[in-house]
């Protein structure tokens, strides 16, 4: 298992460095120029321009900057945002909003998204399952910011059943409609997922082999045909809780929750490059971090990757 | 080791000697050819099975209908979807213009008649790009393995790392200026080539490793003839499945980046444009927003539901025998 | 002795009247579209306790069917239509599920086919045996024994049994305090040296936990000396039962797994194929069911490990008066563990009776036909027919090519200590597939390599094939070096040499028509136009005896015998001179397995064609080969003429391999 994790670790370096550098030139180097952006529709002060150019090391070669970023990165000094905020500052106050949606948003699809899969998975073909599964087709078709208005429009504003938008309290009754939202696209993957992988467990020689023990319908469900398809739903939701981290820039503007989402949002349409790349780099640790989790959670879980 | 001294036993009741009647048990040819069915290729029979789904049915039809919207939009409307007055600001429907005006004063039917086309040909632009991409690169790297698949795994690794969202957004914030709905699709075929090219990756490796590519080689095929001849062919079916899902998924993250104002320019007639329109007013006119939403959700769900229908119908396990 | 003991055990079975009686049994299987199919039709038998009975036939006859029908276990679609099954009395058809879970387990238990997926892979070995202990209130600090089991031990040793506590399981705790009372026993009755040493070691070996009963340890015990009550009194005072683990080592060490007790904490892929069928007999006899259930158990393992899983199977269900339902593909291993043989064909039983009668003189033509096919019973008969001092050719299909003019004739392929070597993953010393190995092919003739798995006979295969390169020595070509050829000369060198996979399955691409599959050889080497290459599948078809109508069709539409000819038709679309089958004919049944070996036969009487044939089964060499070479871990162990080698074996793991050959040992009839 220690060499296993070893592996893993060592294989995801190259990534997480290869992606920043990817997002780093994509924000940095791509034609467009950042500063000018900043000025917006304003004609350009080129000494300002200058100035800001230099404190962000724009005035020295790509590679170069890359680098010293790099290893301000280490230290977790990301600078100043171009409005002169500490970068770490912004996000620090937006992480702890994002933690909590995801959070929410996690829990609402793992356990909607498992139970509804396994009752559908149990009992094919019954009209429950084919409702079950058409909802969960609906959820995957229509886009996040078609349910969020949907709902904010007729729970919201009504029917008054929830806050039409999220205050700075960010309190569980408010987040909760948005973390539905959030989630459902997933819970109708995962719901989906478990169904399928029950269905074909269900058909798995070791499964009669168990009935042929004598054991009862329930222990062979539980057992053997559950705790064998549960394996990819948890390595789906795992890779799923990275994403979530990431923030959902959609659901976070709809119910304007001020999460990592929304300031990233905000901070490439305002062209705050250092932001941008800053944020993505440590959603790019969350999201790696995740899925080394995922890795070993799975390891742990199905004995034979550990011997790959 | 047991001793064969069943002559020592007494034939118990009920296991004497039995013989069947032959004629009731009449002898067939050894292996003889099963002729009842007719012969099928893997097409003509996934095929027949399609014709039976009503998954695929239903898509289809609902397929068939969003793909003459998008070509023949003239034929519903007569109305042009730029022509826009402001007087007509949110009034309600009317005769010839069934779902009304938005706030620019723009005929809603018309602009969500018309908004099929763009989001048609993005998703099927960006399909056809990244099925070309990401089964070349996958195929590759399949079937070389070594360091060449070892470093595209890297590559795909690193792609698969960024958010396909927030990717998108800081090239597409670079391109704001131009109004070209390329853009849209390179940077969407930037982003989402790497699913494709993991499972086409996948599957050339599971393909390669079949016996009758050995079996060619040793007929005196060389490994790039049976990359072509069998290797691809083989390995087609999950590749075709998740185009098909993914076309309506492209075409909702076009409406996303469109409703993110990072997309489309407003100047292109687009169904997450006129959401993003809509917002504003969703307290007083939900119905403007509606209908592109509809529009949208309705194309999505029947690729999506094409998508499992094909997938049902190309599942190699219905095939083995 | 045991004369008295069989007819005491055929009164007990008459007595109490059979166990399992199936009686017009039919089961359906429910199509797409809502058509039934016939599975099984009208088929009755019969099985007594403590007998094995066997159900012989093809894929497809429904004897498969029949016995998960028995267990309630039948899959997809398939239910029961008609007839009725009794267990002890007890009908189960119409039975619900949880009734049958009531049975399943302690009445009746299943070794089911394929090790490789009937484990689950995320469970200890040991936990999935407790499973099966627990789903049946399993008492394991004592023995389950059936009344038949009782009175045969009875029999056998004399002990007085005294109820239960007899039955006691020695625990692993109390094991070395057991045998410091049992070296104590044999020292104060005076038995030192030697004699007490044995006797130790046999304790040593005998004396499992979670298996062995308290009367067994005394009666050891007894018969190492001890008295009779200092015996008795250690047996009592050291054997007092077992815990869950220690019967679940004892399980799995009574189905012949070394090392138990660690093993039972592995996972099912820690396991070979052989060991995990073991630990599934384990599973099946867990609760001492009253019949078991053999499906095909060890089809899928090496000749040696199936014959020892089976001799290990037969001795353990003797001695538990288990009776035994084994449903097997080959006559001649049904004939050689079964008392009673039932054979089935396309879902009807066509014949039944005392297995050596039926063998002996079979009388439906189905039954015939299959004795007829089945090679362990094929060389049998030459075996007899060389007894009785006649000409074995006309036995053979296969004309023998004399040892004369074998001398005489020119090789065609030569192997010279030939080496390939391969790197384990994440080991530093090469792994050495093929070493050092020599023989050569003489022109017109078969040699054929025999070996089990690991034995490195397909590396051999592919290296002759310029599939694989030798790490050293040479494989060499009508006198050229084949690792030499390249371009043009390769492409020549395919043309000569054509090889016939193992694996009807895999060897034709599932996207081309029969048609493109045969003509694929003549495209890629260039010859002839569309309509000359059409005329030439046509004869190809033709001489693998196939209707020209398949050509329209896809492998998934044919069956594995005729997908195999197919493979031949384009092995031989070419003309080639050799060609090399690699387990060519390994996963088909008897039958078509015969009819394949003739088919080979003819075209190499027609064509004077050579062949290397490699193969796992002994058998099948005696119908085909001219030489044999036999091959373990990589080694060759022995080279010999087919008959030598059959007649005379120089090395132990020729005979091995030869006494494992199902119904190797049995009388046959001389009709």
């Given at each position: 298992m220690g060499k296993y994790l070893l592996r893993r670790i060592l294989q995801m370096i190259p990534v997480v460095l290869g992606a920043t550098l990817l997002v780093y030139a994509l924000v940095f180097a791509l034609p467009g120029d950042p500063v000018k952006a900043m000025f917006g529709d304003k004609p350009v002060n080129e000494a300002v321009a200058a100035q800001i150019r230099a404190e962000y090391n724009l005035d020295k070669p790509f590679i170069i900057q890359y680098l010293l970023f790099l290893r301000n990165a280490f230290t977790l000094n990301f600078g100043n945002t171009f409005a002169g905020q500490p970068v770490i500052g912004e996000i620090a106050r937006a992480f702890?909003?994002?933690?909590?949606?995801?959070?929410?948003?996690?829990?609402?699809?793992?356990?909607?998204?498992?139970?509804?899969?396994?009752?559908?998975?149990?009992?094919?073909?019954?009209?429950?399952?084919?409702v079950i599964l058409i909802v969960s087709l609906l959820l995957i078709s229509v886009p996040t910011f078609v349910t969020g208005f949907a709902g904010q429009y007729f729970l919201g504003v009504q029917w008054s059943l929830i806050p039409v938008t999220v205050s700075s309290n960010t309190t569980f009754t408010e987040m909760l409609f948005p973390a539905m939202v959030l989630g459902s696209v997933s819970m109708a993957y995962i719901i989906r997922l478990t169904r399928s992988e029950i269905s074909s467990n269900i058909a798995q020689d070791y499964v009669r082999t168990a009935r042929a023990k004598g054991m009862s319908n329930g222990s062979v469900m539980m057992r053997h045909v559950l705790r064998n398809s549960l394996i990819p739903v948890v390595t789906y939701l795992g890779q799923d809780l990275g994403a979530l981290m990431g923030g959902a820039m959609i659901t976070e503007q709809i119910f304007n929750i001020h999460g990592v989402g929304f300031l990233t949002y905000q901070s490439i349409l305002k062209g705050e490059g250092n932001l941008v790349v800053s944020i993505v780099t440590i959603l790019l640790l969350v999201f790696v971090i995740c899925n080394l989790i995922v890795d070993m959670l799975y390891a742990a879980l199905d004995p034979r990757i550990r011997y790959e | 080791?047991?001793?064969?001294?069943?002559?020592?036993?007494?034939?118990?009741?009920?296991?004497?000697?039995?013989?069947?009647?032959?004629?009731?048990?009449?002898?067939?040819?050894?292996?003889?050819?099963?002729?009842?069915?007719?012969?099928t290729s893997m097409w003509a029979d996934a095929w027949r099975t399609l014709r039976k789904n009503p998954l695929f049915i239903i898509s289809g039809l609902l397929i068939i209908c969003v793909v003459f919207v998008a070509l023949f939009p003239g034929v519903l409307t007569k109305q042009d979807p730029n022509y826009c007055n402001l007087d007509n600001s949110l009034s309600d429907p009317a005769a010839g213009h069934p779902f009304g005006y938005d706030m620019q004063g723009c005929d809603v039917f018309a602009r969500t008649v018309y908004g099929t086309r763009t989001s048609l040909s993005v998703g099927l632009l960006t399909?056809?790009?990244?099925?070309?991409?990401?089964?070349?690169?996958?195929?590759?790297?399949?079937?070389?393995?070594?360091?060449?698949?070892?470093?595209?795994?890297?590559?795909?690794d690193i792609f698969y790392s960024i958010p396909f969202l927030l990717g998108a957004i800081v090239v597409l914030q670079m391109f704001r200026t131009s109004s070209s709905i390329w853009k849209v699709v390179l940077v969407l075929a930037l982003f989402g080539w790497v699913s494709t090219a993991r499972i086409a990756r996948g599957s050339v490796m599971e393909a390669k490793n079949l016996e009758f590519n050995t079996a060619s080689t040793a007929l005196g095929s060389t490994p790039i003839r049976n990359l072509f001849s069998h290797i691809i062919p083989n390995a087609l079916a999950p590749i075709i499945v998740i185009g098909t899902t993914s076309l309506g998924s492209y075409i909702v993250s076009e409406a996303t980046l469109s409703f993110l104002g990072v997309g489309l320019p407003t100047t292109t007639v687009s169904w997450g444009g006129d959401i993003s329109q809509a917002q504003v007013n969703l307290m007083t006119n939900p119905m403007v927003l509606f209908y592109p939403s509809m529009a949208l959700a309705i194309t999505v769900l029947s690729f999506i539901m094409m998508g499992d229908a094909v997938k049902d119908a190309l599942d190699p396990k219905s095939r083995t025998a | 002795m045991e004369n008295t003991n069989d007819a005491k055990i055929v009164e007990m079975q008459k007595a109490h009247g059979p166990l399992l009686e199936v009686k017009n049994l039919a089961i359906d299987f429910t199509t797409d579209d809502k058509r039934a199919v016939h599975a099984v039709r009208n088929a009755s038998f019969s099985v007594y306790p403590g007998q094995w009975v066997a159900i012989v036939g093809e894929s497809g006859s429904g004897k498969s069917t029949s016995a998960m029908a028995v267990l309630g276990l039948l899959p997809g679609t398939g239910h029961v239509v008609g007839g009725s099954i009794k267990l002890d009395g007890q009908e189960l058809t119409g039975l619900k599920q949880k009734d049958f879970d009531k049975l399943r387990g302690d009445k009746m238990g299943l070794v089911p086919q394929d090790p490789m997926s009937n484990l689950n892979p995320v469970y200890r070995i040991?936990?999935?045996?407790?499973?099966?202990?627990?789903?049946?209130?399993?008492?394991?600090?004592?023995?389950?024994?059936?009344?038949?089991?009782?009175?045969?031990?009875?029999?056998e040793a004399d002990v007085q049994l005294k109820g239960n506590d007899d039955e006691t399981f020695i625990g692993s705790a109390e094991l070395p305090a057991l045998m410091d009372a049992a070296r104590k026993a044999?020292?104060?009755?005076?038995?030192?040296?030697?004699?007490?040493?044995?006797?130790?070691?046999?304790?040593?070996?005998?004396?499992?936990?979670?298996?062995?009963?308290?009367?067994?340890?005394?009666?050891?015990?007894?018969?190492?000396?001890?008295?009779?009550?200092?015996?008795?009194?250690?047996?009592?005072?050291?054997?007092?039962?077992?815990?869950?683990?220690?019967?679940?080592?004892?399980?799995?060490?009574?189905?012949?797994?070394?090392?138990?007790?660690?093993?039972?904490?592995?996972?099912?892929?820690?396991?070979?194929?052989?060991?995990?069928?073991?630990?599934?007999?384990?599973?099946?006899?867990a609760c001492r069911p009253d019949l078991l259930i053999a499906d095909e158990p060890t089809s899928a393992l090496d000749v040696t490990v199936q014959k020892k899983i089976l001799d290990h199977l037969h001795m353990l269900t003797d001695s538990l008066g288990t009776a035994v339902l084994f449903?097997?593909?080959?006559?001649?291993?049904?004939?050689?563990?079964?008392?009673?043989?039932?054979?089935?064909?396309?879902?009807?039983?066509?014949?039944?009776?005392?297995?050596?009668?039926?063998?002996?003189?079979?009388?439906?033509?189905?039954?015939?036909?299959?004795?007829?096919?089945?090679?362990?019973?094929?060389?049998?008969?030459?075996?007899?027919?060389?007894?009785?001092?006649?000409?074995?050719?006309?036995?053979?299909?296969?004309?023998v090519v004399g040892e004369d003019r074998l001398e005489k004739s020119e090789n065609i392929i030569v192997v010279d200590h030939l080496t390939k070597e391969f790197k384990l993953p994440r080991k530093k010393e090469m792994f050495k597939a093929v070493d050092d190995v020599s023989f050569s092919v003489k022109r017109g003739s078969t040699l054929a390599i025999v070996g089990e798995s690991g034995s490195g006979k397909s590396t051999v295969a592919n290296m002759v094939l310029k599939l694989l390169e030798p790490t050293s020595g040479k494989a060499l070509y009508e006198g050229e070096d084949i690792s030499t050829f390249t371009g043009a000369k390769l492409l020549e060198f395919r043309r000569h040499v054509q090889p016939v996979f193992q694996n009807p399955y895999g060897s034709l691409d599932p996207m081309y028509s029969i048609y493109r599959s045969i003509e694929e050889p003549l495209r890629i080497h260039r010859i002839g136009d569309n309509k000359s290459r059409a005329k030439r599948v046509r004869?190809?078809?033709?001489?693998?005896?196939?209707?020209?109508?398949?050509?329209?069709?896809?492998?998934?539409?044919?069956?594995?015998?005729?997908?195999?000819?197919?493979?031949?038709?384009?092995?031989?679309?070419?003309?080639?001179?050799?060609?090399?089958?690699?387990?060519?004919?390994?996963?088909?049944?008897?039958?078509?397995?015969?009819?394949?070996?003739?088919?080979?036969?003819?075209?190499?009487?027609?064509?004077?064609?050579?062949?290397?044939?490699?193969?796992?089964?002994?058998?099948?060499?005696?119908?085909?080969?001219?030489?044999?070479?036999?091959?373990?871990?990589g080694r060759l162990v022995e080279h010999a003429t087919t008959d030598e080698v059959f007649n005379n074996p120089k090395k132990q793991y020729t005979r091995d391999l030869l006494d494992a050959i199902p119904g190797g040992k049995l009388q046959l009839g001389l009709d």
């Open positions: 702890p909003v994002t933690i909590k949606l995801a959070v929410m948003a996690f829990c609402f699809e793992a356990i909607f998204g498992v139970v509804f899969g396994i009752i559908s998975g149990l009992k094919k073909g019954k009209w429950y399952d084919s | 080791m047991t001793d064969n001294n069943q002559n020592l036993y007494e034939t118990l009741p009920g296991q004497e000697r039995y013989v069947a009647p032959i004629e009731e048990t009449p002898l067939q040819a050894v292996d003889k050819v099963d002729d009842s069915a007719p012969a399909t056809i790009i990244v099925v070309l991409i990401g089964t070349l690169i996958g195929a590759v790297a399949g079937f070389f393995g070594g360091w060449v698949d070892a470093l595209l795994s890297r590559i795909i | 040991g936990t999935q045996v407790k499973e099966a202990l627990k789903a049946n209130n399993m008492d394991v600090a004592h023995e389950k024994r059936s009344a038949l089991a009782k009175a045969l031990a009875g029999e044999l020292a104060e009755a005076g038995i030192t040296g030697e004699a007490a040493e044995k006797s130790v070691k046999y304790f040593e070996s005998e004396w499992v936990p979670g298996s062995e009963t308290r009367w067994r340890v005394a009666d050891d015990l007894i018969k190492a000396g001890v008295s009779d009550d200092k015996a008795w009194a250690i047996a009592k005072a050291h054997v007092t039962g077992s815990t869950m683990d220690d019967r679940i080592a004892g399980l799995l060490s009574e189905a012949g797994l070394p090392d138990a007790a660690t093993r039972a904490r592995q996972y099912p892929h820690e396991f070979s194929g052989g060991m995990r069928q073991r630990a599934l007999i384990a599973i099946g006899l449903i097997t593909h080959d006559l001649g291993l049904a004939a050689e563990r079964a008392q009673h043989i039932v054979v089935m064909y396309k879902g009807q039983v066509v014949e039944s009776g005392p297995s050596l009668e039926v063998l002996q003189h079979p009388q439906h033509p189905y039954t015939k036909r299959l004795v007829a096919a089945a090679p362990s019973l094929a060389s049998q008969r030459i075996i007899s027919a060389h007894e009785r001092g006649e000409n074995t050719d006309a036995l053979l299909e296969h004309h004869e190809l078809l033709d001489m693998v005896e196939l209707p020209e109508s398949v050509m329209t069709r896809y492998p998934n539409e044919l069956s594995g015998g005729q997908r195999q000819r197919i493979a031949i038709a384009r092995a031989m679309a070419l003309n080639p001179d050799v060609i090399v089958c690699d387990e060519a004919v390994s996963a088909l049944d008897v039958l078509v397995q015969d009819q394949v070996l003739r088919l080979l036969n003819d075209l190499q009487a027609e064509k004077g064609l050579s062949y290397l044939f490699i193969t796992h089964d002994l058998a099948v060499v005696r119908q085909i080969a001219d030489e044999v070479v036999v091959m373990q871990h």
